[in-house]
Every structure is written in C-alpha cells, then in structure tokens.
C-alpha cells in the first residue's frame, strides 16, 4: 500500500511571502499530480510531474519531483491571496491500477 | 470545453430518502470515479469504473451504488443517506493509454445535506 504525507497540514502567510509543501513517499510513484482546490468546488491539476529531478514552473509555482520519484515539493513564491486553497498532492502507480494515493492536503492561506 | 460536469452541484435530502447525484464528461475518457470529500479532508474514492466494469472500494458502504449507463455518464445512488453522508461528492475521470502517467479531471462537486 502506497502512503503519501502531505507537510504542513495548514500554512497562513501573509502575501507576498514565498511557501513551500511537501509531499513524501516510502514508495516509487510513476507520476505524481498537484491539485488546488478551492472551497466549494474540484480539485483542479495544476501540473503532473514524471521524471526523477524533474522541475516544472507555472507562473510564481514552482514543482520539484525527487531524483528516486519518492518525493515532491510545491514552492509558490511572492503568495497572493488568490493562491489560498487546499493544494493536494497525488501518486500514481501501476500496481494500483488507474487509482491515486492521495496526499493529506494543505490548507494555504494567505491574508491580504 | 471538454470537462466533467456534474448535477446538481447543491443536494439536500431527508435523513433515509433515496438520492441520486449525476456525473457527464466530454473528454471521452474510459475511467470514471466517485469520490467522497469532507471537511478539507483528501477525496476517499468510493469506486471506479474503468469502460464498463465496476471496481468497489473495499470499505464502501452497501447503502452506496453507481450506474454507467454510457461512456459520457455515471450515476452515484446513495439508497437511505444517513447524517454521516453529509459530504461534497466528486465525479473524475481519467484516460488510460496504457501510460505511466495518471492524471485525473474533477468536476465541480455535489455538496450532499441531509437533513
């Protein structure tokens, strides 16, 4: 059974601080997604990551996904309040069929 | 827009009336999946179907049931809600390719009451 933990659970930063959660693993992941997710509604991909070492950017977030594809980070610099959100990480692997081992999620806030 | 949908995105039944929430995708994609989220937790997959077979979770209630009638829908029923079924339902999908790449699309979400 694979494991995701999620660390921190909840962040509150005010904006403009940078931020950074992780996600680790015992287990090899074949890919491992972001999600945010915003209150009353789906989560939405952000970015799916592949490769060992691999650094993905979208705007101000930047993805890490560990050399033995164990572990990832999201790092968000300059935060904005519109970055507040659950952000939840999710492995895939092929001994587990089409289904993800979610990440506990963490709570961001960031006050204006 | 390809996307999933989901109806209605606010749901409130009494306490042991049956329910029905409705998922529709246009992505075309062979994996669908319901999922059930509370309090800011991580979604808990409730089962699967990949084309037309159905995959349970192990520790899914009985009182929980789906349909896929068609590539595009599926259906969650859940028969006698109980309280603790208050929750926001998520609908995903997913396109296998045989690849090593998992990625899933949610919809919006039904948010259950009951009452």
């Known amino acids: 059974t694979q494991l995701l933990e999620q660390s921190p659970q909840f962040l509150s930063i005010q904006e403009g601080e940078n931020l950074t959660v992780y996600c680790n693993s015992s287990?090899?992941?074949?890919?491992l997604q972001w999600y945010r997710q915003e209150p009353g509604e789906g989560p939405v991909l952000l970015v799916t990551?592949?490769?060992?070492?691999e650094v993905k950017k979208l705007k101000r977030l930047t993805f890490q996904f560990g050399d033995a594809r164990k572990d990832s980070s999201l790092h968000i610099t300059a935060a904005q309040p519109g970055d507040t959100g659950l952000y939840l990480c999710a492995g895939g692997v092929r001994a587990a069929g089409n289904k993800l081992t979610f990440g506990g999620g963490t709570r961001v806030l960031v006050k204006p | 827009d390809a996307m999933v949908i989901q109806n209605p995105r606010y749901q409130v039944t009494q306490f042991g009336k049956p329910v029905t929430l409705s998922c529709s995708q246009t992505?075309?994609?062979?994996?669908m999946y319901w999922y059930q989220q509370k309090s800011s937790q991580a979604p808990k997959l409730l089962f699967h179907y990949y084309d037309k077979d159905f995959n349970n979770e192990a520790d899914t209630p009985d009182n929980f049931q789906s349909r896929r009638p068609n590539t595009s829908f599926c259906f969650l029923d859940i028969r006698s809600p109980g309280l603790g079924d208050a929750a926001m339902y998520l609908c995903?999908?997913?396109?296998?390719?045989?690849?090593?790449?998992?990625?899933?699309?949610f919809g919006p979400g039904t948010r259950l009451t009951v009452t």
């Open positions: 990551v592949v490769t060992g070492g």
């Open positions: 995903a999908t997913s396109r296998d390719r045989g690849q090593r790449v998992y990625e899933q699309y």
């Open positions: 287990s090899v992941f074949s890919s």
């Open positions: 992505l075309n994609h062979n994996v």
